[in-house]
């Protein structure tokens, strides 16, 4: 089983705790979503799943495939079959998708058989053409600069791509708090709803509902001051989005909540 699992995870930023105590696990094969107020973690906790150098474990530890992640470098991370899709993505000039997907793609191989010659182009230039017709991407996007003058909802693209080619076993997903327009969300969407299976377990985390009106997690999160303190079915999101955060704060106050 390729569960991710995280026990009582503690991370700090430049001396500040920030994740205090986060208990989660992501399932292979289930898609889960982290929903909270800006400011509480989120992307921290997805940084810190992938191994950002800023961001200082004080304790805890997350386990993929009878491992402890934390000791990997990111890269390392990445061949085990992690996949983190950037809040931001950087533009790389020079470097087209496909080469970029060819060298993801290689890079992968190689962790996984230090013999490997890499993919040949013509499977390769066929793997990538399924996938792209799969996630409806125009030809045209493989010989485009890496996210150069890429729209937000072509930034997502890419990333969706990119999975696909991978085909990473967790996937994490951090949505931008306010950037995305509801086309970039749709992509994004229909993206992981197509490469839905049950050899992928996927966290989704967003600050606004409205993600979860395309992809129908199996299991929402709320996530407030750096813990996990609700869980619950998809309804939970609806309740979210009817009472907003302060009514979760409420109730902590009230000591209904772990
Ligand atoms: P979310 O994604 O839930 O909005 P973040 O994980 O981005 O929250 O941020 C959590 C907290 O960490 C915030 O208080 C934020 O100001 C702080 N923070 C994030 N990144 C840094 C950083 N590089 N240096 C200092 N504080 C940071
Ligand atoms: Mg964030």
Do not use: C
């Not at 982290?34 to 474990?57: D, F, R």
């Not at 950087?90 to 191989?109: D, K, Y």
Request: proline share 4%; glycine share 8%; net charge negative.
């Amino acid at each position: 089983m390729s569960d991710l699992v995280i026990n009582n995870l503690h991370v700090r930023i430049n001396e500040k705790p920030i994740i205090k105590g986060l208990n989660l696990t992501i399932p292979q094969g289930e898609v889960h979503a982290i929903m909270g107020p800006n400011g509480t973690g989120k992307s921290t906790l997805a940084n810190t799943i992938m191994g950002h150098p800023s961001y200082e474990v004080t304790e805890g530890e997350i386990l993929f495939k009878g491992k402890n992640i934390l000791e990997l470098s990111t890269e390392e991370r990445s061949h085990l079959g992690l996949f983190l899709a950037f809040q931001y993505p950087v533009s790389i000039p020079g470097v087209t998708v496909a080469n970029f997907l060819r060298t993801a793609v290689n890079a992968h191989r190689k962790a996984a058989n230090p013999e490997d010659k890499g993919i040949p182009i013509l499977e390769f230039r066929k793997v990538m053409k399924e996938k792209m017709e799969m996630l409806k991407v125009d030809s045209a996007f493989a010989g485009r600069y890496l996210n150069e003058g890429f729209s937000g909802g072509e930034k997502k693209r890419a990333e969706v791509l990119q999975m696909a080619m991978l085909k990473p076993e967790i996937a994490i997903l951090d949505e931008t708090d306010s950037g995305l327009d509801i086309d970039a969300l749709r992509i994004v969407s229909e993206g992981v709803n197509t490469l839905r299976s049950k050899d992928l377990g996927v966290l989704v985390i967003t600050h606004y509902q409205r993600i979860l009106n395309y992809i129908r997690p199996d299991v929402v999160h709320v996530m407030m001051d750096g813990r996990i303190v609700e869980s619950g079915g998809p309804d939970l999101a609806l309740d979210l989005e009817e009472h907003g955060y302060t009514w979760v704060r409420e109730k902590m106050e009230n000591g209904e909540l772990a």
